[in-house]
């Protein structure tokens, strides 16, 4: 148990449709992070998040789109997503915006797009 | 520019047997360098950190990491390899400042009965 915790684990998604990816941590953290894996390619950062502000944001397509109510919640929303899109889903959080290498992780949602 | 170099894709060694995974790394700045650990199906998680003080950083589950800035590297060993140390192994860097943090490739770990 690490304090990240991700929902939901597993996602099957038609391209047309909407869905939400939910990250909660329960650490303190000022800073919250959306990672993308994709087998057989590096750890892709998305956004970063700090004080619930964006300060990051890494040449994602506009259908990912992130949301960040509060320190403790960060969402990833998606729509009309690709089949490349398919892969896990890491969220992070660190004390703040300076402790970029000492990641929290959750476990990871893992997407497929049909 | 800062990057990170893990020089093996895989590792296998014998349960028992040393275990030595290679992370070599370019910075302009002085680095921060981590090494996690990703098991199966879950997320990654902090194994050892350097962050300029002593250059043996000692982690959890009996791993440690030498920093070694005249080879620029940062390799991570166990003396005797487990089952369940059977994962996928992520070398970090990161600026002076944190801002910036480059991930390595990884190495798979395979541990053989």
């Known amino acids: 148990e690490t304090g990240v915790t991700q929902t939901p684990r597993h996602l099957v998604m038609g391209m047309t449709n909407k869905k939400s990816l939910k990250c909660e941590q329960h650490?303190?953290?000022?800073?919250m992070y959306w990672y993308k894996q994709s087998a057989k390619k590096p750890l892709e950062l998305m956004f970063v998040?700090?004080?619930?502000?964006?300060?990051e944001n890494n040449s994602v397509p506009s259908r990912f789109s992130p949301e960040c109510p509060n320190s403790s919640h960060l969402f990833l929303h998606l729509h009309t997503l690709q089949p490349e899109d398919s892969a896990l889903y890491l969220c992070?959080?660190?004390?703040?915006?300076?402790?970029?290498?000492?990641?929290?992780f959750g476990e990871g949602s893992r997407l497929t797009v049909l | 520019a800062q990057s990170v170099t893990q020089l093996d894709s895989h590792v296998s060694v014998s349960e028992g047997t040393p275990v030595l995974l290679r992370c070599n790394y370019s910075s302009s700045y002085s680095p921060s360098l981590f090494w996690y650990v990703q098991h199966p199906n879950k997320g990654l998680q902090l194994l050892l950190k350097?962050?300029?003080?002593?250059?043996l950083v000692k982690g959890i589950n009996g791993f440690e990491a030498e920093f070694k800035k005249s080879e620029t590297s940062f390799h991570l060993t166990k003396p005797s390899a487990h089952m369940s140390d059977a994962a996928e192994y992520f070398c970090?860097?990161?600026?002076?400042?944190?801002?910036?943090?480059?991930f390595g490739a990884g190495t798979r770990l395979f541990v053989k009965a």
């Open positions: 350097y962050t300029s003080a002593a250059t």
């Open positions: 998040y700090s004080l619930e502000e964006r300060v």
């Open positions: 650490l303190g953290h000022n800073a």
């Open positions: 970090v860097v990161t600026d002076t400042g944190g801002f910036k943090t480059i």
């Open positions: 992070a959080s660190s004390l703040d915006r300076l402790s970029t290498g000492e990641l929290f």
